[in-house]
């Protein structure tokens, strides 16, 4: 028997996407690459964009269609939003939500349409659900990266976010269960380790008094980083501007294996626009942030979320946002024009930009974001950097990896042994966003 999974959405997706491959697998399941060959068809969705999930609705259809040449089970799981909920339950032979993954064996059993019914549950009654999703075994997307989940759920509640409608509010994992984590994907040689969760600097502060801070959390991989003389990288995202606090800065700059490297999203330079997506900072705010970022950690990138055309945004609430992109000179930003998610707030009020005007103002800021990360590659010619290669350059003859700060440089090389190790790489010419480089013995 074989299964094939589609994975759509963000890296706490991918990462969940290992569980369910491997609990899969001890049901006796092999994974194939090729849907025509799969006995088992799943997706793990995500409802945050609607393009996501417009690629959901194509892909049953086409499997669907498969079912009158030959027998074939489909499921659902993932971030599913209410109303996408109801109307896949007509189309997939299984949608349950991903705490209930250890139910897909009875499932799988009786071909149920399982989720017709959501329950509001406490955050005792989801951390209790959570818990046992986190025992289960997790796969990692590659050799070298690895994906660790710490937190599930938000409770900011931004009025353009499904987040906390399709994974409810937020949860801890238990830090003995992260570190001991950490820890065997170190010993199983993984170089590069993230932590995930919807807003990772809150960490803890559901079991206050119960559990450690983000920063004590931090600490203690830190500690575990210098005693096992590993190289290895640990970076977490993502983080909210309104929680983010010198201490954790503080305890990224004390320890070698805390990657100097910081998400933090800001979604909109202009305060109106802020206060109408309920960010609970404003710009002040925001700007103390990548201030004490540039101070405690000084060889940082910085890396952002922003969305355009937001509802209302005016042409000088955008001109604000390009004031911004300007003033934080953000190594890379994760731009996205905006689009109502039945469920979320914003979705009962008028979506007022027009595309073409929401397209015009994305590659505006694109052009801007150009102009200030290439300040930062240029100034990496002639230095040496650290580099984990990890594939093969576009360019024939060469690999490609990524810096400590995540920005992309490729040298001349055709020794695939090298990929998932890391090098030491000359700087000899820049462009927008990337580098390339002589290896260095």
């Known amino acids: 028997m074989k299964y094939h999974l589609v994975t759509l959405g963000c890296q706490m997706n991918i990462s969940d996407s290992g569980r369910v491959k491997s609990y899969i697998e001890k049901l006796g399941y092999s994974f194939t690459d090729n849907p025509h060959e799969a006995d088992l068809l799943g997706v793990i ?35 599913i939003l209410p109303d996408d909920r109801e109307k896949f339950l007509k189309t997939f032979d299984m949608v349950f939500d991903m705490r209930d993954l ?25 951390a209790y ?3 046992y999703f986190w025992k ?49 994907l170190v010993n199983a040689g993984f170089k590069s380790i993230t932590l995930l969760g919807q807003n990772v600097n809150s960490y803890g502060l559901d079991k206050k008094g119960k559990e450690l801070t983000f920063a004590q959390l931090l600490d203690l991989i830190g500690r575990y980083g210098d005693e096992s003389g590993k190289e290895f990288f640990v970076y977490f995202t993502s983080p909210h501007p309104r929680d983010m606090t010198d201490d954790v800065l503080e305890t990224v700059a004390k320890y070698r294996c805390l990657g100097k490297w910081i998400h933090i999203p800001i979604q909109s330079g202009d305060n109106e626009v802020l206060q109408r997506m309920n960010r609970k900072y404003d710009i002040d705010r925001y700007r103390s942030v990548i201030n004490s970022i540039r101070r405690i950690l000084p060889t940082a990138t910085i890396f952002t979320d922003i969305i355009v055309g937001f509802t209302g945004e005016t042409l000088e609430e955008f001109s604000n946002t390009r004031k911004a992109m300007m003033e934080f000179k953000y190594n890379m ?27 015009r103002r994305y590659a505006v800021l694109s052009e801007d ?31 490609s990896g990524l810096t400590e700060g995540k920005i992309a440089v490729r040298f001349k090389s055709q020794n695939e042994n090298l990929i998932g190790s890391f090098v030491n790489v000359k700087i ?14």
């Open 102 to 126: 250890t139910k897909f064996a009875e499932m799988l059993s009786e071909k149920i349409h399982e989720g017709t019914y959501y329950p509001k549950l406490s955050r005792e009654e989801q």
């Open 136 to 184: 289960l075994e997790g796969r990692q997307p590659d050799k070298f990266e690895a994906f660790v989940p710490i937190q599930n759920g938000c409770d900011k509640f931004c009025t353009y976010c499904a987040v906390p409608y399709t994974r409810g509010r937020e949860v801890s994992r238990s830090s003995s269960e992260i570190v001991e984590e950490v820890k065997c």
């Open 129 to 131: 659900q959570m818990d």
């Open 333 to 359: 930003a994760f731009i996205a024009m905006y689009s109502p998610r039945p469920g979320a707030k914003s979705s009962e009020w008028v979506d007022d930009i027009p595309k073409d005007e929401k397209s």
């Open 369 to 399: 974001l150009k102009a200030v990360s290439s300040q930062y590659t240029a100034q990496m010619v002639g230095k040496d950097f650290r580099i984990l290669v990890n594939g093969h350059d576009r360019l024939e003859g060469y690999l």
């Open 45 to 79: 969705a995500c409802s945050v964009r609607q393009k996501a999930i417009d690629k959901v609705y194509n892909l049953i259809a086409v499997w669907n269609r498969q079912k009158k040449d030959r027998p074939l089970t489909t499921f659902l799981t993932g971030c």
């Open 428 to 441: 000899t010419k820049s462009s927008d966003f990337s580098a390339e480089g002589e290896m260095i013995n």
